[in-house]
């Protein structure tokens, strides 16, 4: 489909850094909220659970931070004309990713939701999928740049992860309902295993308009 080995990036080295930037705090984050569930499970909202919680938001300051340099470079140095709309909507997205680790990292430390440890290892499983989706749609974006046929190789593994991620959050949301806990300790678990695997969904979307953006840039 794609056999685009090209950079975007001619004269715009700034910007090429700032978007590289960019892509790492999404893998930076990918790992520090797997590190931030595997504590919570362990200690719930310990000393350690609201020091990683506050690293989470520094990287989502950040990626705010870069996605308007580069969005300000953009438009202020009228840099990559053509696939500038697109690129800035790459941007929103990716931006939007780690809004959404940072929102659910939030959420645990305010709500602080007991779930028993017969589930812990399948919650963990999901947040190791939905990260590692995350992973690759960086990964993948990052290519878009400089190496189409990258890209679409990473854009398979985001589907593939997107699709385990829906298959284990379904297995354990069913379990969850299907024990002895009440029900509004059912809801609550339920809630945050819907909002984990909804950053894997946000990745996959990002993917699905990566990959048409690629499609254009190729004609």
């Not at 909220?33 to 350690?48: G, M, P, Q, T, W």
């Not at 740049?145 to 297995?171: C, G, I, M, P």
Request: aromatic share 8%.
């Amino acid at each position: 489909m794609f056999n685009v080995k090209i950079s975007l990036f001619a004269r715009t080295r700034e910007l090429e850094h700032s978007i590289d930037r960019l892509h790492d705090k999404i893998i930076e984050m990918t790992m520090v909220f797997k590190e931030a569930v595997n504590i919570y499970l362990k200690e719930r909202r310990s000393e350690d659970y609201g020091a990683i919680s506050k690293k989470i938001k520094i990287i989502e300051n950040e990626s705010d931070r870069l996605r308007r340099d580069i969005e300000s470079r953009l438009y202020e140095h009228n840099l990559i004309p053509d696939m500038r709309g697109n690129i800035l909507q790459l941007v929103e997205n990716l931006d939007k990713v780690v809004n959404l680790f940072d929102e659910v990292a939030h959420k645990f430390y305010v709500e602080q939701p007991d779930i028993p440890e017969i589930y812990h290892d399948q919650f963990k499983t999901l947040v190791a999928q939905v990260s590692d989706c995350a992973e690759n749609m960086a990964i993948s974006s990052r290519a878009f740049f400089r190496d189409l046929v990258t890209l679409r190789d990473y854009s398979k593994k985001v589907y593939f992860l997107e699709h385990q991620s829906d298959k284990t959050s379904a297995k354990l949301r069913r379990e969850v309902f299907d024990s002895d806990l009440d029900l509004a300790r059912k809801i609550q678990i339920n809630t945050f295993v819907e909002e984990v695997a909804d950053i894997a969904d946000l990745a996959e979307d990002c993917i699905d308009a990566l990959l048409i953006f690629a499609i254009k840039r190729e004609i």
